[in-house]
């Protein structure tokens, strides 16, 4: 049965996608919130002619788009596995490390965090593709966001562990997830920016806080901490760079690993009525 499980998992493990959902009417809403469950993309978009980071909240119905200083992405105790027995992954931490993972694929209770590029504005407008930037970061413990490869190999889209500025080129009008990793409990905040060059050779840009709380406890303790570097700021990336293909497939050999350690401790969870 954990077998049938785990492949149904592979099979649903989703890959970039291309064409937009993205209305060009969503309107932007305030006031702070905490989001533990359901789909969010970061992304940016044209806000009375400015371009803006923000963050789309589709656990609203209809679509919301929300300031990133009004936003606390929670990650669930239930996210809690370890670091699995494969040098493919030597870089999330020693074999039997605790790891938080929100992960590619969907996950029933639990953040489904993605990033896209479709904005009908930032689609049309945008030359090629914008480029995200992770400029620092801080909290209790390691933060990794990587893609699932071809053959299972990952793909680093960044890795707190080394030197920042980081950046990744995202296609306009693409929609993908990643697995959003962290290795201790608590506050982080992402240091982030979008930026792109316009069709008429305009550069565009927007930097801002991502606050992510993991774990139990009140997330609004994210609130709280002051960001790393102003918010809106716009500097010049000119250090280390990590930079991923647009991958057409592949297998979710890690998100297998980690699903199947979430689905065992559910189930002795179940048995022992914790």
Known sequence: MMRMLLALVVALAPTPTVGSSVQPDEPTVTGRTVLDEGHVDLGPRFVDGAWTLQLRDDTARPSVWRPLSDVVLQVAEAARTTVPADERFAFLGATGAPLWVLPQAQQPGML???????????????????????????????????????????????????????RTGVEVNTHVHGNWVFTAPGSYLLDVEMSGTTTDGREVSDRDTLRVFVGA???????????PTPAHATRDVQESTVVWPLLAGGGAVLLVILAGGLLTRRRASSRTGE
């Open 112 to 166: 489904w965090p993605g990033w896209n590029t479709q904005d009908p504005r930032v689609a049309t407008t945008v030359n090629r593709e914008a480029t995200w930037t992770l400029h620092g970061l801080t909290g209790p413990g390691h933060f990794v966001l990587f893609l699932n490869g071809n053959f299972g190999e990952p793909q680093v889209v960044f890795d707190g562990a080394k030197p920042m500025p980081q």
């Open 217 to 227: 406890g009140d997330a609004t303790a994210a609130f709280a901490t002051n960001p």
